[in-house]
């Protein structure tokens, strides 16, 4: 009980996944036609009937956003009355992402609705919110700062590690001398005292796609926050509202400077071909903006489509929809899949990529979209064609730039030379390229488990959080890892490139889970000194035992200087990332650059998104800093997360690279 607390704002909500429950676009469905109503009934009701217990419904700006758009002429004028009246309120962030997949253009997208529903209705938005998932990334404080976000709150899924902060402190990003008001809450949601004030919040949460709360639900969580707060008077708020009352009093809080991340990114590594047609069109916008090919309505259409890839939903819930804990072995997986609870529940993850066909029909019908059809296209795995080659004579090649030199085991290069700077960026033991198959066992998941889960052992908790964030039924005794086999070199040059191609093979005991039959490396040494590698796969099976496949950048002095990761604009020290945060792994929407004592090397990325620092890192939550001697790691694909990942896939596969070294600076 607090005595001392005179104003409480009691915020409502429900999370939105964007599947998960459902399909997604049930999901949606259910929001537009029953949620929304449903929840401007109630809260037209409680302030006819109980206006002392009022009910205001906040949400993230893309449903009421999408309500305005799709919703009849009815419906739109109650939605604009409901507003006008403070019965709905938006925060200034679309839906929950994976922050790290975005770029800043399109992270500017998903504020800029919050900022139209501003515009359209006299308000000023300046506090957003997250759920579920337990972190982000500190290169998204200068971009929150300029649309005038002063407040950021984050509420955790209640079975992850939250990272080592206080539960209200400023972040900061000292590059851009830029900040922002942090909330940190171990769930969705809860009740908090406001620093230096005598005010607090209670976020009251309904859970996964649940919709409003009963008139009755609603009047038992003021009867339980006045025994909490005896003296207080209650309001129903809005996350602005509590922002405005730690800008006026201006606590003394902790600054916090590090980096957190998100400890759940691993996630979208699950499906490279969704991402690479993902980030091929962010790419295309860019050009579009630069030559000023598309107007800001068709770039703006083209890019909320493609917010749709970053929310955190990419498909059903494993424990409703695919209980089936026992038919792992791929052999076993081949048949299964033709079972319809198998197929209902894959479904979901091809209605995910159905975004990039709704970005294209945003186009319809113009010279966008033909360009942007041609880009697909143009990414699209092929077995590479050996017309103009020849056999390589021997493993090494010269340039007038580089000595490059290729192992002839694995097909990575274990010689790289830049010559003008008499500067080795790989020899033997530190080679650039080097891919690896990697699968896990049933004790790296119980390591993780142990490492990651908070309250595993509560009942309540375990019941979900084990199906969701392992393997349950898993039956594999040894973790795995192998590298490629070259079956041939071969060599082409043209007047300002030479093309090296390499061409390998797995052994046949990890072809047989999930490995692919081919797999090609094409080392492409431009005469301007870029290094473009360009890998595929092909002939993949589908694999739900756990797999991961890393390709390794590993310079000769990647120990001495300093490494960054470009984040959504912003360069990232991985060495800077605070305890609990995501220390292993990164999403990132550029390159990679090494800043050592002789050269820069930058290693730009145009299909992965995920790369670890120091060593491969998946089902190892050991909240270690990097050891940066051991180079990166970019994942090309994994399956380790369940929930509402795809778990399988057996799609032929490309992954471009382009390495470039310069004088360090």
């Known amino acids: 009980?607090?005595?001392?607390i005179d104003l409480v704002h009691v915020i409502f909500k429900t999370h939105l996944d964007v599947g998960f429950t459902d399909y997604a676009r049930s999901v949606i469905d259910r929001y537009m036609n029953t949620f929304i109503p449903n929840a401007i009934t109630l809260a037209e009701t409680m302030r006819e009937r109980h206006p002392e217990e009022p009910f205001r419904w906040t949400v993230g700006s893309w449903l009421i956003y999408e309500y305005l758009e799709r919703a009849t002429s009815d419906q739109r004028t109650r939605m604009e009355n409901a507003v006008r009246d403070d019965l709905v309120a938006w925060h200034a962030v679309p839906f929950t992402t994976h922050t790290e997949l975005m770029d800043e253009r399109l992270f500017r997208r998903g504020l800029r609705l919050s900022q139209t529903l501003d515009a359209r209705f006299g308000k000023r938005t300046i506090a957003a919110k997250m759920t579920d998932v337990p972190g982000h990334t500190r290169a998204m404080i200068p971009l929150?700062?300029?649309?005038?976000?002063?407040?950021?709150?984050?509420?955790?899924?209640?079975?992850?590690?939250?990272?080592?902060?206080?539960p209200v402190f400023t972040w900061r990003d000292e590059a851009t001398s830029t900040d922002v008001l942090m909330m940190y809450q171990q769930v969705y949601g809860d009740v908090m005292v406001l620093p230096g004030t005598t005010e607090a919040v209670a976020i009251v949460f309904t859970g996964d796609n649940h919709g409003p709360p009963s008139p009755d639900s609603v009047r038992m969580t003021?009867?339980?926050?006045?025994?909490?707060?005896?003296?207080?008077?209650?309001?129903?708020?809005?996350?602005?509202?509590?922002?405005?009352?730690?800008?006026?009093a201006n606590p003394d809080l902790p600054v916090i400077t590090d980096e957190i991340g998100d400890t759940w990114i691993h996630g979208v590594g699950t499906d490279p071909t969704k991402i690479s047609q993902y980030k091929a069109l962010l790419r295309l916008r860019d050009r579009w903006i630069t030559e000023g090919a598309a107007s800001d309505a068709q770039v703006g259409a083209f890019e909320r489509a493609l917010l749709m890839i970053p929310e955190h939903t990419w498909?059903?819930?494993?424990?409703?929809?695919?209980?089936?804990?026992?038919?792992?072995?791929?052999?076993?997986?081949?048949?299964?899949r033709a079972?319809?609870?198998?197929?209902?529940?894959?479904?979901?993850?091809?209605?995910?990529?159905?975004?990039?066909?709704?970005?294209?029909?945003?186009?319809?019908?113009?010279?966008?979209?033909?360009?942007?059809?041609?880009?697909?296209?143009?990414?699209?795995?092929?077995?590479?064609?050996?017309?103009?080659?020849?056999?390589?004579?021997?493993?090494?090649?010269?340039?007038?730039?580089?000595?490059?030199g290729v192992d002839e085991k694995t097909g990575a290069l274990n010689t790289l030379i830049l010559k003008p700077a008499q500067h080795t960026l790989a020899d033997s033991t530190h080679p650039i390229g080097l891919v690896t198959y990697e699968t896990f066992s049933s004790a790296d998941y119980d390591r993780y488990w142990h490492q990651y889960i908070r309250d595993r052992e509560h009942g309540s908790v375990r019941v979900w959080a084990h199906p969701d964030n392992t393997k349950p039924g898993l039956?594999?005794?040894?973790?795995?890892?192998?590298?490629?086999?070259?079956?041939?070199?071969?060599?082409?040059?043209?007047?300002?490139?030479?093309?090296?191609?390499?061409?390998?093979?797995?052994?046949?005991?990890?072809?047989q889970i999930g490995a692919p039959s081919v797999l090609t490396l094409e080392y492409v040494v431009d005469a301007d000194g870029g290094i473009t590698l360009d890998v595929q796969w092909f002939g993949k099976p589908a694999c739900r035992l756990p797999e991961a496949f890393w390709l390794t950048v590993l310079p000769v002095d990647s120990g001495e200087g300093a490494w960054t990761i470009h984040k959504l604009g912003g360069e990232i020290d991985p060495m800077q990332v605070i305890s609990g945060g995501a220390r292993t792994l990164h999403g990132f929407n550029g390159a990679v650059t090494h800043h050592g004592p002789k050269a820069t090397t930058r290693i730009s990325s145009l299909d992965a998104v995920l790369v670890a620092p120091g060593r491969p890192s998946l089902l190892d939550f050991h909240n270690r800093l990097p050891d940066m001697s051991g180079g990166v790691h970019f994942n090309l694909y994994n399956n380790v997360w369940g929930t509402n990942f795809p778990m399988w896939f057996e799609d032929d596969a490309r992954f471009r690279f382009v390495l470039r070294a310069g004088p360090s600076r």
């Not at 929150?144 to 206080?166: D, K, Q």
């Not at 339980?224 to 730690?246: H, I, M, Y």
């Not at 819930?317 to 076993?332: G, I, Q, R």
């Not at 143009?378 to 050996?386: V, Y």
């Open 1 to 4: 009980m607090r005595t001392d």
């Open 144 to 166: 929150l700062a300029e649309a005038g976000v002063r407040l950021f709150h984050v509420g955790v899924n209640p079975a992850a590690t939250v990272p080592a902060v206080p």
């Open 222 to 248: 003021y009867a339980k926050l006045r025994q909490q707060f005896p003296n207080a008077t209650f309001v129903g708020s809005t996350l602005d509202a509590v922002a405005e009352c730690l800008l006026r």
């Open 315 to 336: 498909g059903m819930d494993l424990k409703t929809f695919l209980p089936d804990y026992e038919n792992y072995a791929t052999a076993v997986l081949a048949e299964k």
């Open 339 to 404: 079972d319809p609870m198998f197929q209902h529940f894959e479904a979901s993850w091809t209605e995910q990529r159905s975004y990039i066909t709704d970005a294209l029909k945003t186009l319809d019908g113009t010279a966008l979209q033909a360009a942007a059809e041609a880009e697909l296209e143009a990414i699209k795995p092929r077995r590479p064609d050996l017309f103009g080659y020849r056999a390589a004579p021997s493993s090494t090649f010269e340039t007038d730039q580089w000595s490059v």
């Open 475 to 511: 039956r594999v005794d040894a973790h795995g890892s192998w590298h490629p086999r070259v079956e041939g070199i071969w060599t082409r040059e043209d007047s300002d490139t030479t093309h090296i191609l390499v061409e390998t093979s797995f052994a046949d005991d990890c072809r």
